[in-house]
């Protein structure tokens, strides 16, 4: 495991994530939702920040870059199809290249669908993903820039990354992602059995993220378009599956 992670909550239901190639003690900061906490984290460690890994655009993920940047002189790396919008940005990047943080190596695969740029960062050596805001435990990003067609396609991918790879969602949203998926997905006895799990962690104030995609395969509604059951549930038994992923998000976005 070349690299560390330190994972703490800030604004209302963000994760911020800092990564520490453990060889070169580089220092990535995964987006910059509250530059304050992050270096309040920065702190706690005592790591100095070498880079900044945005996912995509929203202030939520890039709002602190600015701050950062001119703190500790960073390089910001970003999807180059939203590179205009990525404040400070030095390093576009896009499906196919691959990113180094001191020693470590993640590859990069672009995910529209949530923004129309949207990136993910994959570890492989960590088996671990930063998925931003196109994935999450039992959930999936708004379409605010994409079609379903593109995020179907973009979830399609993230699901063909190594069963065990830990996704780093960028948000807590886990109880009311099972509350719905719950709603498209009855019968599933691992979604209903996690549902459970999932009070009782956030009862105890424990983080849900953390998933892991062999989980997330079982038990996320927005990977599951051709599951019988959910499309059973969903009446649409033999339907194209961007249009059962399409009617999933339909009903999420207005439960
Ligand atoms: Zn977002
Ligand atoms: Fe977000």
């Known amino acids: 495991m070349p690299l560390e992670i330190r994972q703490f909550p800030c604004l209302s239901d963000n994760y911020g994530f ?77 499906d196919g290249d691959i990113v180094m943080l001191g020693t470590s190596k993640a590859a990069v695969y672009d995910t529209p669908g949530h923004t129309a740029g949207h990136i993910v960062y994959h570890f492989a050596s960590d088996a671990a993903a930063f998925v931003g805001d196109t994935i999450f435990a039992m959930g999936c990003g708004r379409l605010f820039e994409g079609t379903p ?19 780093y969602c960028a948000h807590e949203y886990t109880k009311a992602n099972a509350a719905f998926a719950l709603t498209v997905d009855p019968h599933n006895d691992e979604l209903k059995a996690r549902a459970a799990e999932v009070d009782r962690l956030r009862a105890a104030g424990t983080p849900t993220v953390p998933t892991v995609l062999s989980l997330e395969l079982q038990t996320n509604p927005f990977l ?26 339909r009903r999420k976005d207005s439960f």
Request: aromatic content about 4%; charged content about 25%.
């Open 18 to 94: 800092l990564i520490r190639d453990r060889e070169t003690g580089a220092v990535a900061t995964v987006d910059t939702p509250d530059a304050a906490a992050i270096n309040a984290a920065l702190d706690e460690a005592g790591w100095r920040l070498t880079h900044i890994l945005n996912t995509h655009h929203h202030f939520d993920h890039a709002g602190g870059n600015l701050a950062l940047k001119a703190q500790w002189n960073c390089e910001i790396i970003g999807p180059k199809a939203e590179a205009a919008r990525i404040p400070g940005i030095d390093r576009p990047v896009g």
């Open 149 to 167: 067609a593109e995020m179907w396609a973009s979830l399609r991918k993230v699901a063909g990354l190594p069963p065990e790879t830990r996704l």
């Open 224 to 249: 599951r378009a051709e599951d019988e059951g959910l499309q059973a549930a969903l009446g649409m038994i033999g339907a194209d599956p961007v249009e059962v992923f399409a009617e999933t998000r």
